[in-house]
């Protein structure tokens, strides 16, 4: 990176790669890594998380003129939404051509009511994909984010633009939506 782009603050870049394509690099060079290390924690595949980063900064590349900053908004948690978004188009093509089961982090079956008459886990996880499905889209979108991604809070308040106080309703809700779901499934069956 160029001596004077480092001190450079992120928007700044972008907006100045716009005109000049070569300043972009300094962008890619700051968050390269942290956007491996994110994608790698969501996809577990190092070829898909780097076709997904390279990916993210084309994306990032060919929307700076739409970036704007906000209050709490900053370039880091507007670029790893687009980063977390391609991800899980990604996950979705890749469990659709696969068929691959949901794999959920033990955490969620903890949260749910008792579990006691399904006895395999994969059962466990199908079941559970099939309740999550029956969420809005705002709160299957947490409950993924944090349980089935492993998200901390703070990191979703920072992907999504709220704060954490938000986030941790938003999962409380999701949680007791889930259970109401679980129990209405079964007093019909």
Same mark, same amino acid.
């Given at each position: 990176?160029?001596?004077e ?18 300043v ?27 076709? @997904? ?8 590349y ?41 794999y ?23 079941? @559970? ?10 709160l ?32 409380f ?17």
């Amino acid at each position: 990176m160029q001596e004077e782009y480092k001190e450079m603050r992120d928007e700044d870049l972008l907006r100045l790669s716009g005109d000049h394509p070569s300043v972009f690099e300094a962008l890619v060079e700051r968050y390269q890594a942290p956007f491996l290390r994110k994608a790698m924690r969501v996809l577990r595949s190092s070829e898909d998380a780097e076709d @997904v980063v390279q990916e993210t900064f084309t994306k990032i590349y060919l929307n700076a003129a739409k970036f704007e900053p906000q209050a709490g908004a900053t370039f880091s948690s507007w670029g790893y939404k687009i980063l977390l978004n391609t991800c899980f188009t990604r996950h979705q093509k890749r469990k659709r051509v696969t068929g691959s089961n949901v794999y959920l982090d033990t955490e969620i079956f903890h949260n749910l009511p008792d579990l006691a008459p399904v006895r395999e886990q994969n059962e466990i996880r199908d079941m @559970v994909a099939s309740l999550l499905a029956h969420l809005p889209k705002h709160l299957h979108r947490v409950l993924q984010l944090h349980f089935l991604m492993g998200y901390r809070q703070q990191e979703i308040a920072e992907m999504e633009g709220e704060t954490v106080g938000a986030v941790k309703t938003r999962i409380f809700r999701a949680k007791e939506e889930l259970r109401r779901i679980y129990m209405m499934q079964n007093s019909v069956k």
